[in-house]
T-cell receptor, first 107, second 112 residues
Framework: KNEVEQSPQNLTAQEGEFITINCSYS?????LHWLQQHPGGGIVSLFM???GKKKHGRLIATINIQEKHSSLHITASHPRDSAVYIC?????????FGEGTQLTVNP | DGGITQSPKYLFRKEGQNVTLSCEQN?????MYWYRQDPGQGLRLIYY???????QKGDIAEGYSVSREKKESFPLTVTSAQKNPTAFYLC???????????FGPGTRLLVL
């Protein structure tokens, strides 16, 4: 079993829809990251969470430490949100990555 | 502008050839990392270095080598012993002890 598992693997939405991507992680993960990878391959860090909730623009990330579960929400989705979204967990200074969720938002 | 640069963007390797991927950062970060990304799989750690002249193997170090002679540079050599080198390679860096890593743009390696 992977230390970090995310779902769904693929997600297609219509512009304007509310999107949720989920991530479950194992014991020993101290912080949880949400990353965005665009088609060119570059990765951008969106959030780092160890508790609670963070919001940046239309993106919201939450974490439930007891359940070892995190979600990334996108409100009012737009075609430019199309990317791979990756959940990653810290075990010390090392990161363990989920397989990613390919999000496609159609106009 | 501070950041991480990787070169080249695309690299072609012939069978039996060693190739070196460059990673440079001007963020004054102590720690640097190399990851490999294959389709349908999460990023996997190849090597990491937390300080100059020191580095540790990650989860898939076989067939790779690194050096860390300068704080800003962490080149990765893909040796002929790596039997399946075709992948997307990402370099990252972080401040020692901090959890957020900053990623370079990546190098796509193809075997001819």
């Amino acid at each position: 079993k992977n230390e970090v598992e995310q779902s769904p693997q693929n997600l297609t939405a219509q512009e304007g829809e509310f999107i949720t991507i989920n991530c479950s992680y194992s014991v020993g993960i101290s912080a949880l990251h949400w990353l965005q990878q665009h088609p060119g391959g570059g990765i951008v860090s969106l959030f780092m969470l160890s508790s609670g909730k963070k919001k940046h623009g239309r993106l919201i990330a939450t974490i439930n430490i007891q359940e070892k579960h995190s979600s990334l929400h996108i409100t009012a989705s737009h075609p430019r949100d199309s990317a791979v979204y990756i959940c990653a967990g810290n075990r010390g200074s090392r990161l363990t990555f989920g397989e990613g969720t390919q999000l496609t938002v159609n106009p | 502008d501070g950041g991480i640069t990787q070169s080249p963007k695309y690299l072609f390797r012939k069978e039996g050839q060693n190739v070196t991927l460059s990673c440079e950062q001007n963020l004054n970060h102590d720690a640097m990392y190399w990851y490999r990304q294959d389709p349908g799989q999460g990023l996997r750690l190849i090597y990491y270095s937390q300080i100059v002249n020191d580095f540790q193997k990650g989860d898939i170090a076989e067939g790779y080598s690194v050096s860390r002679e300068k704080k800003e540079s962490f080149p990765l050599t893909v040796t002929s012993a790596q039997k399946n080198p075709t992948a997307f390679y990402l370099c990252a860096s972080s401040i020692f002890g901090e959890e957020t890593q900053y990623f370079g743009p990546g190098t796509r390696l193809l075997v001819l």
